[in-house]
């Protein structure tokens, strides 16, 4: 079927309307109307094949919520009218060791992720939430929690799942010092979930100006990186440091945070290499560890843990068609802290 979308032809145009296919639903598929979409700075990122690997035209967005149209016969979780989802992948081997760990973003064959990925059903790439409709397996369609706002719910499934994640791996919870480095689509979620989970936490940024809206957010404390006194405070105390900043940065000046077993996890992408003395992690013993998004399993639990505890995304909705706009504004640092598409401007 012809479904209305946005965008990129190129790396160096700018997004506008196109249209592509999406499937029939198949016997375990869930047929979605979109309702929001989510920008994520890796939209921008493939949009513009910041990384490489890029094939156009590409229609990004995977922070998609919207309401179930049509089931496939063999659905059992799923009925028209729900509320679902869908995050950063549509598909994967299913039978890898990663697989059945619940983690198919690891899946050894390849996950297939929501945009720019091979569509196995129709041939050519995926497409992503920038549009009216989405066909998703139902093994890949997530429950939404009727609580929560769906426009403020949408972004979890990227710039939430992905500082759940290393905040449940490596255990974040009372008793626990954390650290969060930059506040903005991922660190305003992480200072959030860390708070939720019992932790102390002390968020770092670089804005005098956002030191309120960090106590706001969650945090115990708040820390300017710059501040070398207010650093040192704070030197060998932290269990844990998640890194969400996606600008060249000093490693080693977050890692002499670290208490002995501490754990700094990186979330954000530099777009250079960065140094790393070996003494900041050898004295005292120290990891420097890395961490992608979130199995689907864990994606439903951090859903669930969003509406118990009533956790949603701080958001700024917009049109389709501001969506070159958003970009450069979000380059700007210019949102707070999420820009969130409402997809009905699309549809009108």
Not at 82 to 101: E, I, Q
Not at 119 to 137: A, F, I, N, P, R
Not at 141 to 162: F, H, K, M, S
Not at 211 to 226: N, T
Request: with cysteine.
């Amino acid at each position: 079927m012809s479904t209305k979308a946005y965008a990129a032809p190129s790396a160096t145009e700018p997004l506008g309307p196109f249209a592509i296919a999406r499937r029939a639903p198949g016997p375990t598929d869930v047929e979605i109307d979109i309702m929001f979409c989510g920008v994520c700075h890796s939209d921008l990122h493939f949009a513009r094949n910041e990384w490489g690997g890029s094939v156009y035209p590409i229609v990004p967005g995977h922070e998609i919520l919207g309401r179930v149209t049509r089931v496939g016969a063999k659905v059992t979780r799923f009925r028209a009218g729900d509320l679902a989802s869908v995050g950063c992948m549509v598909d994967s081997c299913r039978t890898c060791d990663h697989c059945r760990r619940g983690l198919e973003q690891f899946c050894k064959g390849g996950a297939t992720f929501t945009y720019n990925g091979p569509d196995k059903h129709l041939g050519g790439m995926t497409y992503g939430g920038y549009s009216e409709k989405v066909v998703v397996d139902e093994a890949f369609t997530l429950r939404v929690p009727a609580n929560l706002d769906p426009a403020r719910a949408a972004p979890l499934l990227c710039a939430g799942i992905t500082t759940w994640s290393p905040l449940r791996h490596w255990g974040a919870g009372p008793g626990k010092k954390v650290g969060i480095v930059g506040l903005g689509g991922l660190g305003h979620m992480g200072v959030k979930f860390a708070r939720a989970l019992g932790a102390h936490v002390v968020l770092f940024t670089t804005s005098t100006g956002k030191v309120a809206d960090g106590m706001r957010l969650g945090a115990h404390e708040v820390v300017i990186s710059s501040d070398a006194d207010a650093m040192a405070k704070h030197a060998g105390t932290l269990d844990l440091i998640v890194d969400t900043v996606s600008a060249d940065h000093p490693i080693d000046a977050y890692l002499s945070l670290l208490a002995l077993d501490g754990a700094m996890v990186m979330v954000g992408v530099p777009p250079n290499p960065q140094q790393v003395h070996a003494f900041s992690l050898i004295v005292p013993r120290r990891t420097l560890a890395g961490s992608l998004i979130g199995g689907i399993a864990e994606t439903q639990e951090m859903l669930d843990f969003c509406g118990t505890h009533g956790i949603a995304c701080d958001i700024e909705l917009i049109r389709m068609d501001q969506i070159n706009e958003a970009y450069e504004r979000m380059l700007r640092s210019d949102v707070k802290y999420r820009f969130v598409i409402d997809m009905a401007s699309l549809k009108g």
